[in-house]
């Protein structure tokens, strides 16, 4: 390989990096920056997508949330150990969930927050 070809190379290395480094920083700067209003600080994601399983570690709510719109798509209170089961199982469903959110389901971003209740004093 000749010098230029080798600089080429490099250069081509270096934008490839870069550009992967910021799609990186991007993808989470806009997920810490999503944050619906309705949750407090001490809130956080712990889990998404279409088939979601999830065991409670304390006594909290769960949010589920569609990311792109904001909206707030269920709520549920649970215990420790107690498990969160979310999944689109019938066309039926995903028709209903459609016309909850406002979005196609396939493009739908969902994302489970889970906020811990205050402890009892």
């Known amino acids: ?3 230029a070809n080798r600089q ?3 250069k081509v290395i270096a ?8 799609m990186t920083l991007a ?10 209003a309705y949750l407090s600080d001490d809130s956080r994601v712990v889990g998404g997508g279409v088939l979601i399983e999830w065991k409670a570690p304390e006594p909290g709510t769960a949010y589920l949330v569609e990311k792109g719109t904001g909206k707030l798509v269920q709520t549920v209170s649970l215990d420790s150990g107690q498990t969160y089961e979310f999944a689109v199982k019938s066309v039926v469903e995903a028709q209903d969930l459609e016309n909850l959110i406002g979005t196609d389901v396939h493009e739908a971003e969902f994302l489970l927050y889970f906020k811990p209740s205050p402890a009892e004093e």
Not at 15 to 22: P, R
Not at 27 to 36: R, V
């Open 8 to 10: 080429i190379s490099r």
């Open 27 to 36: 993808g989470c700067a806009a997920e810490k920056q999503f944050h619906p």
């Open 1 to 3: 390989m000749d010098r």
């Open 15 to 22: 934008v490839v990096a870069a550009s992967f480094a910021t």
